[in-house]
Antibody, heavy 120, light 107 residues
Framework: QVQVVQSGAEVKNPGASVKISCKSS????????IHWVRQVPGQGLEWIGL????????SYLQKFRGRVTMTRDTSTSTVYMELSSLTSEDTAVYYC?????????????WGQGTLLTVSS | DIQMTQSPSSLSASVGDRVTITCQANQDISYSLNWYQQKPGKAPTLLIHDASSLQTGVSSRFSGSGSGTDFTFTISSLQPEDIGTYYC?????????FGPGTKVDIK
């Protein structure tokens, strides 16, 4: 069965970087994009960007460009999201989500979420 | 970017009630709209895609309709397990945008 499993909670200082992983199983990894969505506690959902695991092509929300990098390792079916220059406003739960296909932009399987806390 | 609104922002209804949530886009998005349910402390789950198509395995008491700028999500008979927050999401244009959510609880 399809599973998407994320790495555990992180606590970072302002100005630091974080790298969150998202490991997929139960399907052909290169046949589905992986998206990242975040949710500030008590608030709504914000799309961050996506990676096509087949080609490595990425697309990022403009507000995150220059600060976010998404990569993949096809040998382990894992996608990574690195976010740099962290501020307290980056404190949120970060989800990875599988696209129904390639650039379909809807999310049929989600990871369990990774809580990032940015605090000094 | 396309902007999405939802109403109401929250509602309280009795078990068995018919519940309706609306979602509006500020420009034509055709049928490019999905609906998600998020239970407290959990990741969202996809309920409806392409405005009205029920995702595989999802209860038929959930339904969606609409096109263009105006969309409706309906729970035909509210059940206790339906409490949570419901989000619409447009995918006509990048970036993907979610609506602000509608919190549903039991009266």
């Amino acid at each position: 069965q399809v599973q998407v499993v994320q790495s555990g909670a992180e606590v970072k200082n302002p100005g630091a970087s974080v790298k969150i992983s998202c490991k997929s199983s139960g399907y052909t990894f290169t046949s589905h994009c992986i998206h990242w969505v975040r949710q500030v506690p008590g608030q709504g959902l914000e799309w961050i960007g996506l990676i096509n695991p087949s080609s490595g092509t990425t697309s990022y929300l403009q507000k995150f460009r220059g600060r976010v990098t998404m990569t993949r390792d096809t040998s382990t079916s894992t996608v990574y999201m690195e976010l740099s220059s962290l501020t307290s406003e980056d404190t949120a739960v970060y989800y990875c989500a599988r696209d129904l296909g390639v650039f379909r932009y809807f999310f049929d399987y989600w990871g369990q979420g990774t809580l990032l806390t940015v605090s000094s | 970017d396309i902007q999405m609104t939802q109403s109401p922002s929250s509602l309280s209804a009795s078990v068995g009630d018919r519940v309706t949530i609306t979602c509006q886009a500020n420009q034509d998005i055709s049928y490019s709209l999905n609906w998600y349910q998020q239970k407290p402390g959990k990741a969202p789950t996809l309920l409806i895609h392409d405005a009205s198509s029920l995702q595989t395995g999802v209860s038929s008491r959930f339904s969606g309709s609409g096109s263009g700028t105006d969309f409706t999500f309906t729970i035909s008979s509210l059940q206790p397990e339906d409490i949570g927050t419901y989000y619409c999401q447009q995918f006509e244009n990048v970036p993907v945008i979610f609506g602000p959510g509608t919190k549903v609880d039991i009266k």
